[in-house]
C-alpha cells in the first residue's frame, strides 16, 4: 500500500512540481489550496503526511499545524511546513510541526524530509 501525502499551498505551480516529485517516488498524493476545509480533508484522506506552506491565502500554517496536533485522531500525522519566511524558526517548531523546509526548496531535499519522516513501503 503507498503512503499517503497531502500537500497544501495556494500556489497552484508549487502543487503540480510537488505532486509530480512525490508521485515519482511512488506515493499517493493529494493536493489541495483549501485551507479552509483542511481538517476535514485530513479527516477524508488520512494521510500519512502532510506538507503545507507556512504563508497561506488567510490562513498561517503554524496555526494549521497546531489543529492538527490538537486534533484527537490527527495527532501523530507528521507536518512539514514550507516557508519563506524562516526568520521565526523557533516560532515555527513551536507549533508542533515536525519539519521546516526552506522555500525555495530543491526536490530532493523535499524527499529527504519526506522518507525520514514516514516508513516508505510496509
Known sequence: MLKRILVLDDNQ??????????LYE????????????????????????VIMDYK???????D????IKMHPQLCNTPVIICSAYLDNNIGLMNC???????????????????????EVGD
Open 56 to 62: 497561506l491565502n488567510g490562513y498561517k500554517g503554524d
Open 13 to 22: 505551480d508549487i502543487l503540480d512540481i510537488v505532486r509530480e516529485a512525490l
Open 96 to 118: 508542533g510541526c515536525d519539519a521546516i523546509i526552506a522555500k525555495p526548496f530543491g526536490l530532493e531535499e523535499l524527499i529527504d524530509k519526506v522518507n525520514g519522516l514516514i
Open 26 to 49: 511512488k506515493f499517493e498524493v493529494n493536493i489541495t489550496t483549501n485551507a479552509h476545509r483542511i481538517i476535514e480533508i485530513i479527516q477524508t484522506f488520512k494521510p500519512d503526511l
Open 64 to 67: 494549521i499545524c497546531r489543529q
